[in-house]
């Protein structure tokens, strides 16, 4: 009975050695299986996150390519505005060329103009026409300037036909004295003396101014229109076409 109770005993013990050796071995594989994993999911992570890099990489660079064909379009642009500049320049120093003695020629017209006309406001039309020749040799006025001045000097001179106006100026003559101009257009100019005692008008014939107190009434009207000091009425005018001639 003690031959088999040791034995008994030498069996169990072998049997926990064995039992405690397949645990050991079953917890070592699963360590090893544990860091296995570990390490897969490591690398897995590494995949992913490479990957990751990859697609931004691929996003940047198609996002670079998209930026660098967009700057060459706009370099291809403004070569193509920089063509069409150098065309402009070109057209424009043209267009400058043929324009300059338009514009002198213009500038000349404009005395004759003066000189052919009824001799209203002189001093201010002869100014214009100096300060315009004085302009045409300026560097610094840009062409499309000179011209427009010159197109408004123009309008200025249409317009004197369409309007009434009073100024005060000198009557021309040996003893010259300053008086009350009504210019009605082109059509008269009348003067009355400022005490009111004399009035006349500009004689195109006679190339002078004649004395006819007749028109007093009507200047002083036409002075009060023309200063908006009245409502519009109608002028006595004379007409222009001999000396003297009667209204």
Known sequence: ?????????????????????????????????????????ALDEETRQAMA????????????????????????????????LDTQLGQIEATAREVMPLMQRMIDTLPQIVAADVPFLEEERARRVADLAAMLDR????????????????????????????????????????????????????????????????SAPDQTFVVDADYRNAVRQGLKVARRQVAPDWVQVPALVSAGSAP
């Open 139 to 202: 560097a610094d006025v840009t062409v499309a300037e000179k011209y427009r001045r010159i197109l408004e000097a123009y309008q200025v001179e249409a317009e004197y036909g369409r309007t009434l106006e009073a100024y005060q100026g000198a009557l021309p003559g040996e003893a010259a004295r300053q008086v009350e101009f009504l210019r009605v257009g082109r059509v008269a100019l009348l003067y009355l003396s400022l005490d009111g005692s004399e009035a006349g008008y500009w």
């Open 1 to 41: 009975m003690l031959v088999m109770g040791v034995a008994a005993g030498v069996s169990a013990q072998g049997s926990r050695a064995v039992l405690e050796q397949a645990v050991d071995t079953q917890v070592s594989s699963q360590n090893a299986a544990a860091k296995g994993q570990d390490r897969i999911n």
């Open 53 to 84: 890099d990859y697609r931004a990489l691929l996003q940047e660079e198609a996002a670079v390519r998209r930026y660098n064909e967009q700057l060459t379009r706009q370099v291809e642009a403004q070569r193509d505005a920089l063509a069409s």
